[in-house]
């Protein structure tokens, strides 16, 4: 049975950082590219981090580039999102993703970002 653990969500302050973890079991987790998605309520879901199989390309969002990093263990089976800079219209609920063959999605976190 595959599972996704998602982990590290919160409450921060505006400008505040979070350490997002993934952990992966049940699938050959070095063959999957990882990604982060977010649902913001009311919207639809956004791709906001991906991470190929090797770690050797990184794609960002523009609403998150040079403040959010995607990072991945494959020796722990688990992705990370580091955020950095956070702002209000980061709040959302964040889920992790893995593509290979089939599609697997954890079940989310929620981070927000509020004064």
């Known amino acids: 049975q595959v599972q996704l653990v998602e982990s590290g969500g919160g409450l921060v302050q505006p400008g505040g950082s979070l350490r997002l973890s993934c952990v992966a079991s049940?699938?050959?987790?070095?063959?999957?590219?990882m990604r982060w998605y977010r649902q913001a309520p009311g919207k639809e879901r956004e791709l906001v981090a991906t991470?190929?199989?090797?770690?050797?390309?990184?794609v960002y969002a523009d609403s998150v580039k040079g403040r959010f990093t995607i990072s991945r263990d494959n020796a722990k089976a688990t992705v990370h999102l580091e955020m950095n800079s956070l702002k209000l219209e980061d709040t959302a609920v964040y889920y992790c993703n893995a593509l290979y063959v089939r599609e697997y999605w954890g079940q989310g976190t929620q981070v927000t970002v509020s004064s």
């Open positions: 991470i190929t199989s090797t770690g050797g390309r990184k």
């Open positions: 049940g699938l050959a987790f070095s063959s999957y590219n």
